[in-house]
């Protein structure tokens, strides 16, 4: 099993909608979760990141843990054509920095 | 601002070359890390290291070596190029500090060997 799991998409939704993105995690352990968005050509950039005491809000993001069931989801309101991107999961299991990244997942947002 | 610098956005070499790449951070961050992105197979780690003069592997070190001599830079080495070492290659630095140990990424190099 891998460490971190996404859905690697194609995530389709139109403008406006809720696109919701989910990532698996097999430590139990693990305290710090991270969500960065990487565009075509570019490099991954921080959106945001939560500790394991609770879920966090930033404009149209918000990322949730559900540390029963294991995975975290980012939810992105009112989606636009410029959030099409790759998502990239990440999970500090062992709490030293060195991050377990899954594969990403690919949003479209149609106008 | 966070700054991450790489020494170059696209490189060409030749099979068995001696390759360099560098990267520098001007954040003061204890730890840097070396990746490669390939597609299909995500990121995956080559190097990191906590300090200067310390390194570890990370999950694919093979024909690779890293150098850090001083805080801010982060050298990888690749000793003898070839032609399954084409791919982007990312480098990246946090803090062990307070803020979630967040890796902050250069715009990486896109390397491509012939």
């Known amino acids: 099993q891998k460490e971190v799991e996404q859905n690697s998409g194609p995530l389709s939704v139109p403008e406006g909608a809720i696109a919701s993105l989910n990532c698996t995690y097999s430590?139990?352990?693990?305290?710090?979760f991270f969500w960065y968005r990487q565009y075509s050509g570019k490099s991954p950039e921080l959106i945001m990141f939560i500790y394991s005491n609770g879920d966090k809000e930033d404009g149209r993001f918000t990322a949730q843990l559900n540390k029963a069931s294991q995975y975290v989801s980012l939810l992105i309101r009112d989606s636009q054509p410029s959030d099409s991107a790759t998502y990239l999961c990440?999970?500090?299991?062992?709490?030293?920095?060195?991050?377990?990244f899954g594969q990403g997942t690919t949003l479209q947002v149609k106008p | 601002d966070v700054k991450v610098t790489q020494s170059s956005r696209y490189l060409v070499k030749r099979t068995g070359e001696k390759v360099f790449l560098e990267c520098v951070q001007d954040?003061?961050?204890?730890?840097m890390f070396w990746y490669r992105q390939d597609p299909g197979l995500g990121l995956r780690l080559i190097y990191f290291?906590?300090?200067?003069?310390?390194?570890e592997k990370g999950d694919i070190p093979e024909g690779y070596s890293v150098s850090r001599e001083k805080k801010e830079r982060f050298s990888l080495i690749l000793e003898s190029a070839s032609t399954n070492q084409t791919s982007m290659y990312l480098c990246a630095s946090s803090t062990p500090g307070a803020g979630g140990k967040t890796q902050y990424f250069g715009p990486g190099t896109r390397l491509l060997v012939l």
């Open positions: 290291s906590y300090d200067v003069k310390m390194k």
């Open positions: 430590d139990r352990g693990s305290q710090s």
């Open positions: 990440a999970v500090d299991p062992s709490n030293t920095g060195k991050l377990i």
């Open positions: 954040m003061d961050h204890e730890n």
